[in-house]
């Protein structure tokens, strides 16, 4: 089992930055990837950023490369999301996942989810 707990998000706007965390506790967390999602109102959840085990490889959808960055420390037990230039589009709830996967027939998902943490960004 896998718990975590996001922070960090809030109300910015446009062109501003946050910063986005969640720690994660139970089983050893340099052992599975961890990545992030969001669902904003009446859209599916999406997947935003992973990073792997070692924190050596991440990944990024399209519509967040370059401007966010994700990050782990494994000593702490933490991930980041680093969310810079941000558009009214990046407006949504963000949830941080543990055991992140992407399979063909599946698409991007993971087996544990944090509660989730509100960004809203002002035009």
């Known amino acids: 089992q896998v718990q975590l707990v996001e922070s960090g998000g809030g109300l910015v706007q446009a062109g501003g930055s946050l910063r986005l965390s969640c720690a994660a506790s139970?089983?050893?967390?340099?052992?599975?990837?961890m990545g992030w999602f969001r669902q904003a109102p009446e859209k599916e959840r999406e997947f935003v950023a992973a990073?792997?085990?070692?924190?050596?490889?991440?990944y990024y959808a399209d519509s967040v490369k370059g401007r966010f960055t994700i990050s782990r420390d494994n000593a702490k037990n933490t991930v980041d999301l680093q969310m810079n230039s941000l558009k009214p589009e990046d407006t949504a709830v963000y949830y941080c996942?543990?055991?992140?996967?992407?399979?063909?027939?599946?698409?991007?998902?993971?087996?544990?989810w944090g509660q989730g943490t509100q960004v809203t960004v002002s035009s």
């Open positions: 990073v792997n085990w070692s924190g050596g490889v991440t």
């Open positions: 139970g089983r050893t967390f340099s052992s599975y990837d």
């Open positions: 996942a543990a055991e992140f996967r992407y399979g063909v027939n599946y698409g991007y998902t993971a087996n544990y």
